[in-house]
């Protein structure tokens, strides 16, 4: 049984920084590829970021370049999202979710992953 198990959002004025946490379990975490992706009221899920199995390559939304980092710790199963000069826009449910396929790099497409946290929310108030 594979468990994504987000933490870290909260409440942060326009300008600050929160990390994301999202501890893996049920999965050789080091074999697949893993994402953030987020979605506001009203609007599609989305692709924050991605980083590939071991976590070799990482890509991110053109949105968030510059102001998030994707990671990964294979001993602790767990991935994370640091974000720092959060803007108003950001606000929103954050999910990780894994790749369905083992060795997988990078990935945007909401289609490729398998399994996805129960999300947790950024408010980013101004």
């Known amino acids: 049984q594979v468990q994504l198990v987000e933490s870290g959002g909260g409440l942060v004025q326009a300008g600050g920084s929160l990390r994301l946490s999202c501890a893996a379990s049920?999965?050789?975490?080091?074999?697949?590829?893993m994402g953030w992706f987020r979605q506001a009221p009203t609007k599609e899920r989305e692709l924050v970021a991605s980083?590939?199995?071991?976590?070799?390559?990482?890509y991110y939304a053109d949105f968030v370049k510059g102001r998030f980092t994707i990671s990964s710790d294979n001993a602790k199963n767990t991935m994370y999202l640091q974000m720092n000069t959060l803007k108003r826009e950001d606000t929103a449910v954050y999910y990780c979710?894994?790749?369905?396929?083992?060795?997988?790099?990078?990935?945007?497409?909401?289609?490729?992953?398998?399994?996805w946290g129960q999300g947790t929310q950024v408010t980013v108030s101004s």
């Open positions: 979710a894994t790749h369905k396929s083992p060795y997988s790099a990078t990935s945007s497409s909401y289609a490729d992953y398998d399994y």
């Open positions: 980083i590939s199995w071991r976590g070799v390559t990482t």
């Open positions: 049920g999965r050789t975490f080091r074999r697949y590829a």
